[in-house]
């Protein structure tokens, strides 16, 4: 489906546009209990919400978007949700491809992926491989992903790398520390949306958010579209980032 790309550019300043947003998408099983539904219902219409905020993203010209689509505590869930899950996101990577494949959209995914069942593995692989030479935005999906398991993925590639005298003590800085995690070529989200009104973080992203904007709302996820994505970025402009230094300061070195 062709997407409105020169409307979405009109109606924003580009500076000011997040270039990368972060989502953790929260509420599906709310949203399924206050209807009598089961909670995989909530995930069903939460996967249409996920459609339409692909979407908006790419209208807008935002170039990255990531989204927390399962968590290693996620593992905890029955099998019947996981199984239900799974099934989504490979219907939604069967779905999608053309319009990713139309509009310049490559996917990637972070986490520990190997942990998902070889299905969900080779149909992400395909989509991945399909939709590598894409350049306008890159949908990240955060599967069997956890921000301290991450951390401790990339201590141990650079103790390995210590121990066998690749590097020295010095060379282990915040570039390198960057460079070890599964984000290693992404920047760090401006943006960090989380719907359905919890104020947590949930083991996303740990490391890349030390100076990222959040925005809650109390939203639940399948009732988040575009309107309401439109205000988020909207809010997010009217924010001063001074990463820690004063107004002044930023002023002069610009
Ligand atoms: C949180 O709701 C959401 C998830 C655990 C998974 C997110 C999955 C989707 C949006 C559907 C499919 C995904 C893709 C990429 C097509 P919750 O179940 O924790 O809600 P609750 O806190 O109200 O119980």
Known sequence: MALNISE????????????????????????????GMDRV??????????????????????????????????????KYEIRTLMTLLRRFLKT????????????????????????TRQTLARTMEQTAQNRDMVLTLAL?????QEIL??????????ELGDISLDQITEETI????YTSSMPDPD????????????????????????????TLWPDF??????LAIEDYEHRERRFGATAEYLERKT
């Not at 069997?144 to 301290?148: C, F, I, K, L």
């Not at 009104?197 to 809650?216: D, M």
């Open 8 to 35: 979405g550019k009109k109606l924003r300043d580009p500076k000011k546009l997040p270039e990368h947003v972060a989502i953790i998408m929260d509420g599906n099983g709310r949203w399924a209990k206050r209807r």
């Open 41 to 78: 219902r909530g995930h069903q219409k939460g996967a249409e919400s996920v459609r339409e905020i692909v979407r908006t993203s790419r209208e807008l010209g935002i170039r990255w978007l990531t989204l927390y689509a399962f968590s290693e505590e996620n593992w905890k869930r029955s």
């Open 96 to 119: 999608e491809l053309d319009e990713m494949l139309e509009n310049g959209i490559r996917l990637q995914a972070i986490g520990r992926i190997t942990k998902l069942d070889e299905s």
């Open 144 to 148: 069997s992903y956890g921000g301290r």
């Open 153 to 162: 993925d990339a201590f141990r590639s650079l103790a390995l790398r210590l």
């Open 178 to 181: 960057a460079r070890s995690l």
């Open 191 to 218: 943006l960090l949306i989380r719907t359905s009104g919890e104020y947590r973080v949930s083991n996303f992203l740990l490391w890349q958010i030390a100076y990222t904007e959040f925005y809650v709302t109390p």
């Open 225 to 230: 579209g575009k309107q309401e994505f439109l």
